[in-house]
């Protein structure tokens, strides 16, 4: 079954019980890159499907801390993070990324992907694009294949 499709949020309430109900039909292992600009809504995204996959405890912006992690409740982590801060993968790599690209009991949430863009080619990802439209946002869901 595919997870691609494309919908519109009116509202932020909107986009966090879309990716609430979303969550459970994405694998574990998965890559979730969010694009888009500014104030687009990735982090209500984020948290909306962070708290899809059980997790109680309030989610924060990871923008200063770049990434927040939040245990599962059965195993494995949601690894929320963001990259506007970074300039190159470099820089993404040396924060230690790698190491929560590689845990496939565990979920990563990318904000801002195109800061290191070169590290995020596996089949395991799938890419959100959001994008304003009028005072909602569109959310496109994208799969690799
Ligand atoms: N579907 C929606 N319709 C209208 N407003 C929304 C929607 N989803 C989120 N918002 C609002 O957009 C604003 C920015 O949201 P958010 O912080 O999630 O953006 P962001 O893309 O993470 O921004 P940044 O690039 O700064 O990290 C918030 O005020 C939020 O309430
Ligand atoms: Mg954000």
């Given amino acids: ?29 998965t ?18 499907f962070i708290r899809g996959l059980g997790v109680t405890e309030p989610v924060t912006s990871p923008t200063f801390t770049i990434v927040q992690e939040y ?8 690894y929320h993070i963001d990259l ?3 300039e190159n993968s470099d820089e993404a790599e040396g924060f230690g990324i790698l190491d929560f690209l590689m845990d496939h009991d565990s979920y990563n949430l990318i904000e801002w992907p195109e800061r290191g863009i ?15 439209d009028g005072v909602g946002r569109k959310i496109k869901i994208k799969t690799k294949s």
Avoid: W
């Fill in 1 to 29: 079954m595919s997870l691609d499709q494309e919908i519109f949020c009116a509202n932020e309430e909107e986009t966090l019980s879309f990716a609430e109900a979303f969550a459970p039909k994405v694998p574990r292992g």
């Fill in 31 to 48: 890559v979730l890159l969010l694009h888009g600009d500014l104030g687009a809504g990735k982090t209500s995204f984020a948290r909306g």
């Fill in 71 to 78: 245990p599962l409740p059965d195993l494995g982590f949601a």
């Fill in 84 to 86: 506007y801060r970074l």
């Fill in 118 to 132: 070169e590290l995020f080619n596996t089949l395991n990802q799938i890419d959100i694009f959001i994008r304003y």
